[in-house]
Nanobody, 116 residues
Framework: QVQLVESGGGLVQPGGSLRLSCSTS????????ASWYRRAPGKERDLVAS????????DIADSVKGRFAISRDNGQNILYLQMNNLKPEDTAVYYC?????????WGQGTQVTVSS
């Protein structure tokens, strides 16, 4: 059974940091591309960052470049998103997604709210 479970979201003040985690099971995580998406209130879901199966290649959206970093631990089957210097416009539900031979798999999302 494929499972992706995000954690680490919450309420943070502008300029603060959070690290999101996505624990995976039920598939060979190390063979899958992995990404973080977000959906802000009233907006479509946007790609935030992606990482190759081996972790050597990453792609970060321009809106968060220099503030967010994606990484993965293939030994523990966990995907991370380090978010620094958070801004109110980063408020959204953040989803992890893995793509591979068995298709696309999504987590349930974790809420990040940036507010003073």
């Amino acid at each position: 059974q494929v499972q992706l479970v995000e954690s680490g979201g919450g309420l943070v003040q502008p300029g603060g940091s959070l690290r999101l985690s996505c624990s995976t099971s039920g598939f060979t995580f190390s063979r899958y591309f992995a990404s973080w998406y977000r959906r802000a209130p009233g907006k479509e879901r946007d790609l935030v960052a992606s990482i190759s199966p081996g972790g050597t290649g990453t792609d970060i959206a321009d809106s968060v470049k220099g503030r967010f970093a994606i990484s993965r631990d293939n030994g523990q089957n966990i995907l991370y998103l380090q978010m620094n210097n958070l801004k109110p416009e980063d408020t959204a539900v953040y989803y992890c997604q893995c793509s591979g031979t068995t298709g696309d798999h999504w987590g349930q999302g974790t809420q990040v709210t940036v507010s003073s």
